[in-house]
């Protein structure tokens, strides 16, 4: 089974709307990163939160680390029609020293 | 180069025929990952590679699948009798180093789909 499940599956806003994506995950971890992919292609890298730390910034996005919950959530502020796209939260076990663990995705849709 | 990059782009074939998805990372990454995107679905981990090597292969779904790669720098991954299960989108990654701290650049993929 998925060490990391995303929440929604899919999720429809308008532009200029916050998007609130979910992440929750199965066993500790050493780190939690969160991944862009668009038209299923190539993934992106966006933000990497380690076990220790509950908030974190980048820009527009911000990502939140729950441990005691096992969960993760990833918000896009004031959203735009490019950021259309799947967003994938990974997961690194701890005690692995490489292997990332990917959820199915949450497919986001920004209407403009 | 800038980024991984991935090559073909797309490759179409019969069932029972053999492909080779080829996949250039970053120049001075030591580590190489390929995953498998089915459609509507997560990235598989198939394999990863520290320098030439293969330390993981827990991720290959059978023994018709193998990769290599050499100069610690080009990975070819080749599926034999491809069957209509193997289609999908095959990822390369690369990192510096190969830690779970670390962040894996992707390349554009390779997407296979056997007829």
């Known amino acids: 089974s998925q060490q990391g499940e995303e929440d929604p599956q899919a999720l429809s806003i308008q532009e200029g709307e916050n998007a609130t994506m979910n992440c929750s995950y199965k066993?500790?971890?050493?780190?939690l990163q969160w991944y862009r992919q668009n038209s299923g292609r190539g993934l992106v890298h966006l933000i990497l939160?380690?076990?220790?730390?509950r908030e974190k910034h980048s820009g527009r996005l911000r990502v939140t680390l729950d441990t005691s919950k096992k969960s993760s959530s990833l918000l896009i502020t004031a959203s735009r029609a490019a950021d259309t796209a799947s967003y994938f939260c990974a997961t690194a076990l701890r005690g692995s020293n490489y292997k990332l663990t990917f959820g199915k995705g949450t497919l986001l849709t920004v209407n403009p | 180069g800038a980024g991984v990059s991935q090559s073909p782009s797309n490759k179409v074939t019969e069932k029972g025929k053999d492909v080779e998805l080829r996949c250039d990372p970053i120049?001075?990454?030591?580590?190489l990952y390929w995953y498998r995107q089915r459609l509507g679905q997560g990235l598989e981990f198939l394999i990863y590679f520290q320098g030439n090597s293969a330390p993981d292969k827990s991720g290959l779904p059978s023994d018709r699948f193998s990769a290599e790669r050499t100069g610690e720098s080009v990975s070819t991954l080749t599926i034999q009798r491809t069957q209509q299960e193997d289609s999908a989108v095959y990822l390369c990654?690369?990192?510096?180093?190969?830690?779970?701290?670390?962040?894996?650049?992707f390349g554009p993929g390779t997407r296979l789909l056997v007829l």
């Open positions: 939160i380690r076990s220790n730390e």
């Open positions: 120049s001075g990454h030591t580590a």
């Open positions: 990654a690369s990192s510096l180093a190969g830690t779970a701290q670390e962040t894996q650049y």
């Open positions: 066993t500790s971890i050493n780190n």
